[in-house]
């Protein structure tokens, strides 16, 4: 199949790399020249491991192009992907879809005669399927286009194995021919046990936006469970643990820690609140999460507080991993953008290691030092937070690598063994524990 995906983020490069690797006719378009000129000399944009050797290799057996000729790869195509961003409107409420509509609007100009399959990919508030349908079907014959839905369900990090072997693949078409295509093109997965559910659009849209609602759901429950259990002397994981099991719960999504970030949980469930709204319908319990997930990062600040008893100024405090999660660079919606700042204005000197990097948004904070390495970012530390679950932080020997006699661990993602600290006698507070 020949296939155009429309933007080369996270969801467009991969599942563009990824098809071409199934044998596909790929080319990924962008208007960001740039990006595309780096990607043609297989420089990736983003981190993301196993990506760049995907790219080379897809790029070398001709089946991936990268271009930013809007009109020729449109043209060109069978099916074309639209995977633009959807970020928040500057409202902080709804779901931003400029881009979308104005690829669509493209689309729409560029296409004569050929029957084009329409799909987003980007994460749209459920109906806009039907909008883009009006505006493809504008003065066009509607024999030209069938426009789907079909969500993206990727982790960053973790985006080729999760692309390779999904637990879903969801197409949203009424039209059966559509359907059939579809289902050929993600045959390869499929028959490696991906599951394949095929429903209207607007459901299939709507089923991304639930479900991370219900994911950043699921995080908050134990981060909330987890504060209940720092007041009672319960390990939250032993609770993660006993409530997982049950295949009603399963264990997944249940590990406390700062608050959830990204660029999708934060974005995905404002806009799902407020497209509920819309059809006056309040998504409390969603509201309800996003409060408590925007109050979990003043929580655990008061820790830090408490941890260093009201003194933090002039205090050396050392953040290991300031993205949102491991492996990625991706610092959108990171705890560590609130936290940094609000402890530097509060007197504190910071240094900071993250393997993927420094990062702006703190070269221009004072008291703010990007260090190169775990030994010299801890060497001065008053107090070590480790804010993110790199693998490079599960095995420090800080004892060795810190100079300060009382130097105090806050392991934010339960890292390390609390009774191992104390044989050790490091003094040492996790999350909810
Ligand atoms: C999320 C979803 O997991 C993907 O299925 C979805 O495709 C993607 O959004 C998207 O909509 O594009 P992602 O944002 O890459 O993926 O990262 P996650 O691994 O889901 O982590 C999100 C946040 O939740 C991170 O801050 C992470 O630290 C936190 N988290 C995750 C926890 O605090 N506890 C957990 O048990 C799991």
Redesign the pocket.
């Known amino acids: 199949m020949k296939l155009c995906m429309i933007g080369t983020g996270?969801?467009g490069l991969v599942s563009g790399v990824c098809f071409a690797d199934l044998g596909n006719e790929v080319v990924c378009v962008d208007k960001d020249l740039n990006k595309i000129e780096k990607l043609k000399k297989g420089i990736i944009p983003i981190y993301e491991p196993g990506l760049e050797e995907l790219v080379k290799k897809n790029q070398k057996n001709g089946r991936l192009r990268f271009s930013s000729n809007l009109k020729d790869c449109i043209i060109k195509s069978d099916i074309i992907f639209i995977c633009v961003g959807t970020p928040t409107k500057k409202n902080g409420r709804d779901a931003d879809l400029t881009q979308v509509f104005n690829v669509t609007k493209k689309i729409r100009s560029y296409i004569k005669s050929k029957f084009k399959i329409v799909i987003t990919k980007s994460?749209v508030p459920v109906t806009t399927g039907d909008q883009i349908e009006k505006i493809l079907f504008k003065n066009k014959s509607k024999k030209l286009f069938s426009v789907v839905s079909n969500?993206?369900?990727?982790?960053?990090?973790?985006a080729i194995r999760?692309f390779i072997y999904p637990d879903r693949i969801v197409i949203g078409t009424s039209n059966d021919k559509t359907n059939k295509i579809l289902k050929n093109l993600y045959s390869p997965l499929i028959s490696k046990g991906a599951k394949y559910i095929n429903t209207t659009r607007r459901a299939s849209e709507l089923i991304?936006y639930a479900?991370?609602a219900f994911?950043?759901t699921?995080?908050t429950f134990?981060?909330e469970i987890a504060n209940l259990c720092e007041k009672t002397n319960i390990n939250v994981e032993d609770i993660s643990i006993g409530m997982g099991l049950d295949k009603r719960i399963g264990g997944?999504?249940?590990?406390?820690?700062?608050?959830?970030?990204?660029?999708?949980?934060p974005k995905?469930t404002k806009s799902i609140v407020t497209t509920a709204d819309k059809f006056k319908v309040n998504l409390s319990l969603i509201k309800t999460v996003i409060k408590s997930n925007k109050k979990r990062t003043l929580l655990l600040l008061n820790k830090v507080n408490e941890i260093l008893k009201g003194k933090i100024k002039n205090k050396n405090i050392c953040f290991l991993g300031v993205t949102?999660?491991a492996n990625?660079d991706d610092m959108r919606d990171?705890s560590s953008l609130i936290m940094i700042p609000s402890l530097a204005k509060k007197g504190a000197k910071i240094n900071y290691y993250d393997p993927s990097g420094e990062k702006n948004f703190f070269k221009k904070i004072k008291n703010v030092i990007f260090s190169k390495n775990i030994k010299s970012a801890i060497r001065n530390s008053d107090l070590v937070i480790i804010h993110t679950?790199w693998n490079d932080f599960k095995s420090i020997n800080f004892k060795s690598l810190i100079k300060k006699k009382n130097f105090v661990i806050y392991d934010m993602r339960n890292i390390y063994s609390s009774l191992k600290m104390k044989k050790d006698k490091i003094k040492y507070f996790g999350i909810g524990r």
């Open positions: 996270y969801v994460t969500p993206e369900f990727l982790r960053e990090g973790e999760d991304k479900s991370n994911l950043a699921k995080i134990i981060n997944r999504f249940l590990r406390s820690g700062p608050a959830y970030g990204g660029s999708c949980f995905d949102f999660k990625t990171s679950e």
